[in-house]
C-alpha cells in the first residue's frame, strides 16, 4: 500500500476474432510461372495449397517434390472435382485460358487468371459474364499494379509531384522466351496494366507494328503507339531480341520527370527536376524556352513480394465481395488494346480505335 491507496494491476483481456480459415487453392500449370503461385499459396496465410495439375508429368513431379503434401491431378476435372478447392489460380499458356476458365466457373470456383485474361475479347467477355452470373471472383494476374515501385510511381502522378503528364516511354526487351502467341500477347499486358494503373484511364487507339524473324505471324519484336481517354500518349518498344534485359518506364510531366527501372532492385524509381519552361519573349508572338535542371530524388521503396500482395488481395475479395485492385475490367480492357495491336500490326500499323470496357447495369 502506498500513499493510502492499495494498486491493483488490472490487465485487459481482448477478445480477437478468429482468424478465418484458409481457402483451399489449386494450381494449374506447374511450368514457368506456376512454382512461384505455388510457393506465395503456401506462404500466405489466406490461402491453403491444395491441389497441382498439369498435363505433363515432368513439371508436376518437379513441383509435387517441394510440396510433397499436396495433391496432384494429371486431369484438370479431377481437380475441379475436390470440394476442398474453392479457387484456382491458372498459369498456362494465353490461348488455354478462356476454356480452362469457364470450366473453372462452371465448377463453382474463384478463378485468378495469368495475363491476359485471354487472347480473344468475346472469350474475355463470356468469362466475366459468367463469373458475374455465378457470384464468383474473376481475377486477372496483373502482377506489375501491386508492386511497391509502380505504386510510388502512382502516388508521385496522383499527388500532382509530376504535373500534368505529357507523355509515357516503355521499354521491355530480353533476349527472352519464345512463345507461340507472340511478343504482343507476351510482354504488353505488363506494359498496358501499368499504364492504365498511373493514367487511370483506358486505352482508346492503338497503332502497331513489329518484326517476324523466325516465325511469319508471331513477331518478336514490337512497337505500340497508345492514345488514352484523357489525350495522353504513350510509346511502348517490346522484344524478344536483345542483347540485355531493359525494363523501364520514362513518365514526362510539366513538372518533373520520373525513371521506373524494374531491373534496379536498390533504387528503382528516380524522380527528375528536369524539364523545358516558357521563359520571357522579346516580341510578340515569339516564345523562348529555358531549359530547367534540378535535383534528382531517389524515393525509398519498401520491398515487398507483388505475387504475395496479389494473391491476398484474391483473397480478399472472395471473402468480402470487394473488387480487387486486379479487376475484371482492366483484364478486359487489356485484351480489347492487345486484340488492337495484333490486328494494327496485320494492317500495317493503321491506328484502330475501340471503345472501352463498361460494365453492364444490373438487371
Known amino acids: 500500500m502506498q500513499n493510502g491507496w492499495a494498486h491493483t494491476d488490472v490487465r485487459r483481456v481482448r477478445t480477437l476474432a478468429p482468424r478465418p480459415a484458409p481457402?483451399?487453392?489449386?494450381?494449374?500449370?506447374?511450368?514457368?510461372?506456376?512454382?512461384?503461385?505455388?510457393?506465395?499459396?503456401?506462404?500466405?496465410s489466406e490461402f491453403e495449397l491444395r491441389g497441382l495439375c498439369d498435363r505433363e508429368p515432368e513439371p508436376l513431379r518437379s513441383l509435387?517434390?517441394?510440396?510433397?503434401?499436396?495433391?496432384?491431378?494429371?486431369?484438370?476435372?479431377?481437380?475441379?472435382?475436390?470440394?476442398?478447392?474453392?479457387a484456382v489460380v491458372i498459369t498456362t499458356p494465353p490461348d488455354t485460358h478462356?476454356?480452362?476458365?469457364?470450366?473453372?466457373?462452371?465448377?463453382?470456383?474463384?478463378?485468378?487468371?495469368?495475363?491476359p485474361l485471354a487472347t480473344?475479347?468475346?472469350?474475355?467477355?463470356?468469362?466475366a459474364a459468367l463469373a458475374r452470373r455465378s457470384g464468383l471472383v474473376l481475377m486477372p494476374g496483373h502482377t506489375f499494379i501491386?508492386?511497391?515501385?509502380?505504386?510510388?510511381?502512382?502516388?508521385?502522378?496522383r499527388s500532382g509531384v509530376v504535373g500534368d503528364v505529357h507523355f509515357v516511354t516503355s521499354s521491355r526487351m530480353n533476349l527472352g522466351k519464345y512463345q507461340r502467341d507472340g511478343v504482343v500477347c507476351d510482354l504488353a499486358p505488363h506494359d498496358l496494366s501499368i499504364l492504365m494503373y498511373w493514367l487511370e484511364q483506358p486505352v482508346v487507339e492503338v497503332a502497331a507494328?513489329?518484326?517476324?524473324?523466325?516465325?511469319?505471324?508471331?513477331?518478336?519484336?514490337?512497337?505500340?503507339?497508345?492514345?488514352?481517354?484523357?489525350?495522353?500518349?504513350?510509346?511502348v518498344q517490346l522484344s524478344w531480341l536483345a542483347p540485355r534485359k531493359l525494363r523501364q518506364m520514362i513518365v514526362v510531366g510539366r513538372n518533373r520527370m520520373v525513371q521506373y527501372d524494374d531491373t534496379a532492385s536498390d533504387e528503382p524509381v528516380r524522380v527528375y527536376d528536369r524539364g523545358m519552361d516558357h521563359g520571357p519573349t522579346s516580341s510578340f508572338g515569339e516564345h523562348q524556352?529555358?531549359?530547367?535542371?534540378?535535383?534528382v530524388v531517389i524515393p525509398r521503396v519498401e520491398p515487398q513480394e507483388p505475387l504475395a500482395l496479389e494473391l491476398q488481395d484474391f483473397a480478399n475479395s472472395i471473402r468480402?465481395?470487394?473488387?480487387?485492385?486486379?479487376?475484371?475490367?482492366?483484364?478486359?480492357?487489356?485484351?480489347?488494346?492487345?486484340e488492337m495491336a495484333q490486328a494494327s500490326m496485320m494492317d500495317n500499323g493503321v491506328p484502330l480505335e475501340f471503345a472501352p470496357w463498361v460494365e453492364p447495369a444490373v438487371a
Open 289 to 295: 524556352l529555358v531549359y530547367r535542371t534540378g535535383d
Open 64 to 86: 509435387a517434390r517441394r510440396h510433397p503434401d499436396v495433391q496432384v491431378y494429371r486431369d484438370f476435372d479431377h481437380m475441379l472435382a475436390d470440394e476442398d478447392i474453392k
Open 23 to 44: 481457402i483451399g487453392a489449386g494450381v494449374v500449370g506447374c511450368g514457368y510461372w506456376g512454382p512461384n503461385l505455388a510457393r506465395n499459396l503456401s506462404e500466405v
Open 209 to 235: 507494328s513489329g518484326s517476324c524473324v523466325f516465325r511469319q505471324g508471331v513477331p518478336e519484336t514490337a512497337f505500340l503507339t497508345l492514345t488514352f481517354a484523357g489525350g495522353i500518349s504513350a510509346s
Open 98 to 115: 478462356y476454356a480452362l476458365g469457364m470450366k473453372a466457373l462452371r465448377a463453382g470456383k474463384n478463378v485468378l487468371v495469368e495475363k
Open 146 to 157: 501491386y508492386s511497391p515501385a509502380v505504386n510510388t510511381v502512382r502516388n508521385l502522378i
Open 320 to 338: 468480402t465481395g470487394e473488387e480487387p485492385r486486379s479487376n475484371v475490367g482492366l483484364g478486359l480492357d487489356i485484351v480489347a488494346a492487345v
Open 120 to 127: 480473344r475479347l468475346n472469350d474475355a467477355r463470356e468469362m
